[in-house]
């Protein structure tokens, strides 16, 4: 039996926590006793990470909650509404991260251990292969929480490799260098802002029903044309609430046709877009005549 998109979506938000416990626990011992801020600031992020993703843990199971009398279209418009959440998270650990990262270039300090880098080097390949795995499920569940969840594996990564590059340096250039893990952390508070701003916008575009969904409107519009009684098409208006995306769509058809032939046909158009395009939530057809 095939999982439902929310199953999955789930799903791999519970792995997003397991693995952000894990990272944020083997990144603080690391740094703690490897003697390097870089890692501990990298640490910071993957505990952020882990409340942001029971954030979306939850919104992803409250819009799972069936319509009701005061929401008829569902509850998915909380998704991005938790993506928002996600996103402050992500803004206060590097804000956190840059401010910590400047006082430690300010103070003097031992330079970090070598074996760090090891460390260090397998926490980038897990990084990113979750980043990817994340990112896959959200394109296949059109989940825009759980694309931010993603972002923040990516980021984590990003981190990792700026802590890899500045303990490097300061490992190979040696003494007067030890803030260089410091630099490296500080330009991945950077990273980790602009990549809230990219989170932060299809989210926001979501709420405020921006349309950015011309393939869906080219594949409703074709799909329109293969059912019987349908002349054509002209407007179609789509919104997207949490993994569904609801269509207000203008069909044309014979203008001689009895008022009830044109129920039946908007009946039968209705059926076959949420047959062969499961991701469609409610469909509302407008019947209008050719001539």
């Not at 416990?21 to 993957?46: H, P, Q, R, V």
């Not at 602009?194 to 074709?222: C, Q, W």
């Not at 349908?230 to 769509?249: N, P, S, W």
Request: net charge negative; charged share 20%.
């Amino acid at each position: 039996m095939s999982l439902s998109n929310q199953e999955k979506a789930i799903r791999t938000t519970y792995f997003s926590i397991v693995s952000n416990a894990g990272m944020a626990l083997i990144k603080g011992l690391t740094g703690y006793f490897g003697n390097s801020y870089a890692i501990i600031a990298d640490a910071i992020e993957s505990t952020a990470d882990i409340f942001s993703s029971l954030l979306v843990l939850f919104g992803l199971k409250y819009t799972n909650r069936p319509a009701d009398k005061n929401h008829p279209y569902g509850h998915g418009r909380a998704e991005p509404l938790i993506t928002f959440l996600v996103v402050g998270f992500l803004i206060a650990s590097a804000i956190l991260i840059a401010h910590e990262s400047i006082n430690n270039i300010r103070t003097p300090h031992d330079l970090p251990k070598s074996y760090t880098l090891f460390i260090l080097g397998a926490i980038i390949i897990w990084k990113e292969y979750s980043f990817r795995l994340v990112m896959k499920k959200s394109k296949e569940t059109n989940s825009s929480s759980l694309k931010a969840d993603a972002w923040h594996h990516r980021s984590d990564a990003v981190t990792s490799v700026a802590a890899f590059i500045g303990i490097s340096v300061a490992l190979i250039v040696g003494k007067g260098y030890e803030a260089a893990d410091d630099w490296a952390a500080l330009f991945a508070a950077g990273f980790i802002l602009y990549n809230s701003y990219l989170i932060f916008r299809p989210a926001l575009g979501e709420i405020m029903d921006e349309h950015l969904y011309d393939d869906l409107v080219t594949e409703i519009k074709a799909v329109s044309v293969t059912v019987q009684g349908v002349v054509g098409t002209e407007k179609c208006f789509i919104r997207k609430a949490g993994m569904q995306y609801h269509v207000d769509l203008h069909a044309i058809v014979e203008g001689s046709i009895t008022v009830k032939q044109g129920h039946e046909i908007a009946h039968l158009l209705k059926d076959t877009l949420r047959r062969e395009i499961p991701e469609l939530g409610h469909v509302l057809i407008h019947i209008e005549p050719n001539s």
